[in-house]
């Protein structure tokens, strides 16, 4: 009777579960097409991403630099400015719909090609320093890492014990919210992880076009400015995004990265 009643009334767990299996197929679907590619033609994916998304943001940002200019430039009054902020206001919203949307549309293709990169990197036992150790590439997302990024991308927590793989996890949704070309910020404990992740996952980003930075507490306002500007200039291709892994001293709670398997320590 009870197995029969937890069949008919699943857990919370369950039904979040089986909402989140269905996109984790199409991932894998959308993987397996991607073997056959060259290393340029599945760094050329980044670029078709991004101009989906400029494609489908141009007209906000054509009336925005537009709204702009005439705040800058013009002689206007109170009332005139206010209504321009107003208006402001709401086509950065909805071009953050749109972009939001667009992600979402995205996400399993996106998601596909982080895995195909982890793994080539694995295949070819990539070997790199990472905070001063050697480490050979040798990880590739399971299912439960790709539920794990999902959740993430949805603005939610996932809660995953030490050992499974909550660093890579996390290099999923950085590289699909990295596309509009804003940037993205991980935000860790402590100095330290915050340069091993950055490191550690830095090929996954370097194969698919974007860059990555590492921002540290003892740095000044200065050199932060400049490795931010830096890492967006010097990117692997012009339309590159930017990945900084910072660090956060804040006493309320954030989602964090913590050690997985294979953590140099």
């Given at each position: ?46 670029d078709l991403f991004r101009s989906i998304l400029r494609e489908r943001t141009s007209c906000y940002q054509e009336r925005i630099q537009e709204l ?198």
């Amino acid at each position: 009777m009870w197995k029969l009643l937890q069949k008919i009334f699943p857990t919370k767990r369950e039904r979040d579960i089986r909402q989140l299996l269905p996109i984790v197929e199409a991932i894998n679907r959308e993987y397996e097409q991607l073997h056959h590619l060259t290393d340029a033609e599945l760094r050329a994916k980044t670029d078709l991403f991004r101009s989906i998304l400029r494609e489908r943001t141009s007209c906000y940002q054509e009336r925005i630099q537009e709204l702009r200019q005439r705040l800058r430039t013009e002689d206007l009054s109170y009332e005139q400015r206010l209504e321009l902020y107003d208006e402001l206001a709401r086509l950065d919203a909805e071009e953050y719909r749109v972009i939001q949307e667009t992600l979402d549309e995205l996400l399993p293709q996106a998601y596909a090609v982080v895995k195909e990169a982890c793994r080539r990197l694995a295949e070819r036992q990539y070997t790199y320093q990472v905070v001063g150790h050697t480490v050979t590439w040798d990880m590739v997302p399971f299912d439960v890492q790709l539920m794990g990024a999902i959740v993430l991308h949805q603005g939610k927590i996932a809660e995953m014990a030490t050992g499974e793989g909550k660093t890579l996890v996390a290099v999923m949704p950085l590289y699909l919210n990295a596309l509009p070309g804003r940037g993205v910020h991980l935000v860790t404990v402590n100095d330290y992880l915050a340069r091993r992740d950055a490191q550690w996952m830095g090929p996954v980003f370097e194969m698919l076009g974007m860059s990555v930075g590492c921002i540290q507490a003892q740095m000044s306002i200065e050199e932060r400015n400049g490795s931010t500007s830096a890492i967006s200039r010097t990117g692997p291709t012009p339309s590159s995004a930017s990945i900084t892994c910072a660090t956060t001293w804040s006493s309320t709670p954030t989602i964090s990265s913590s050690a997985s398997t294979g953590t140099p320590s």
